[in-house]
């Protein structure tokens, strides 16, 4: 494994352990069990998911 590609999973972990939104995983998942649905588009993404974090009881410890 490369120094990038070890720079890059590194980061994408540290991504999912902080909570940060991951939009090309996401699409990717689109990609392979949705073929016919498009992703919606990154910034929707981003707005839906700081919705869900913010607005879960219980998801927050203050």
Known sequence: MSATELL???A????RVIGVPDYDRYAA???L???G???IPRDEFMR????ER???PGSRCC
């Open 33 to 35: 069990h949705h073929p």
């Open 48 to 51: 839906q998911r700081l919705a």
């Open 54 to 56: 913010y607005n879960k």
């Open 29 to 31: 998942h689109m990609r």
């Open 12 to 15: 994408a972990v540290v991504r």
């Open 8 to 10: 890059r999973a590194a």
């Open 37 to 39: 649905v498009p992703p």
